[in-house]
T-cell receptor, first 113, second 114 residues
Framework: AQSVTQPDIHITVSEGASLELRCNYS??????LFWYVQSPGQGLQLLLK??????LVQGIKGFEAEFKRSQSSFNLRKPSVHWSDAAEYFC???????????FGTGTSLTVIP | NAGVMQNPRHLVRRRGQEARLRCSPM?????VYWYRQLPEEGLKFMVY????????ESGMPKERFSAEFPKEGPSILRIQQVVRGDSAAYFC????????????FGEGSWLTVV
């Protein structure tokens, strides 16, 4: 079955530490890949996206993500986390034969001083 | 340059009443998507519309839920005879084209059924 998996429900990191949020998908062909961030009570903001080309993509707020075809993964990273990064992060995929976004269940990030 | 506008932001309804959620897409966007987010869960696709057409409603509950995107005016998500289980955040998103294009989200409408 087609799916998007974010294996980490909740992650806690110290401010200034590095961060990696995992995302795996299972689709027949390479889909379009996205990361969104949601602050409490707010909508979703696009962090970055991958359609094709360079497998390392840069996004806003210092985030980057790397597409690894062999692992069907699109992990989100940030070298140094800021307290304002505390939020819910969603990975999403769009099969390249369709137009519907499929979201993972999200990873909640807590940043401690 | 307004983004996706949703209203109301918060809505309280008693069981059995109707809820209407409105979504105005970004300027120039003709594709609208509705998603539902239940507490502690991710976003679940409900329906995808273009002007005057429902393209994909595979995520819509079979009863009580309907959506439209008329030629003029906002897209409407309508929930009839609401039940407590309908309490959720409903997000609208829009895009300029369909396949593979980025979708931009509104800030959501929080429905509480009491």
């Amino acid at each position: 079955a087609q799916s998007v998996t974010q294996p980490d429900i909740h992650i806690t990191v110290s401010e200034g530490a590095s961060l990696e949020l995992r995302c795996n998908y299972s689709y027949g062909a390479t889909p379009y890949l996205f990361w969104y961030v949601q602050s409490p009570g707010q909508g979703l903001q696009l962090l970055l996206k991958y359609f094709s080309g360079d497998t390392l993509v840069q996004g806003i707020k210092g985030f980057e993500a790397e597409f690894k075809r062999s692992q069907s993964s699109f992990n989100l990273r940030k070298p140094s986390v800021h307290w304002s990064d505390a939020a819910e992060y969603f990975c999403a995929v769009v099969p390249n034969t369709g137009n519907q976004f499929y979201f993972g269940t999200g990873t909640s990030l807590t940043v401690i001083p | 340059n307004a983004g996706v506008m949703q209203n109301p932001r918060h809505l309280v309804r008693r069981r059995g009443q109707e809820a209407r959620l409105r979504c105005s897409p970004m300027k120039g966007h003709s594709h609208v998507y509705w998603y539902r987010q239940l507490p502690e869960e991710g976003l679940k696709f409900m329906v995808y519309l273009q002007k005057e057409n429902i393209i994909d409603e595979s995520g819509m509950p079979k009863e009580r839920f309907s959506a439209e995107f008329p030629k003029e005016g906002p897209s409407i998500l309508r929930i009839q005879q609401v039940v407590r289980g309908d309490s959720a955040a409903y997000f609208c998103a829009s895009s300029s084209t369909g396949t593979g294009n980025t979708i931009y989200f509104g800030e959501g409408s929080w429905l509480t059924v009491v």
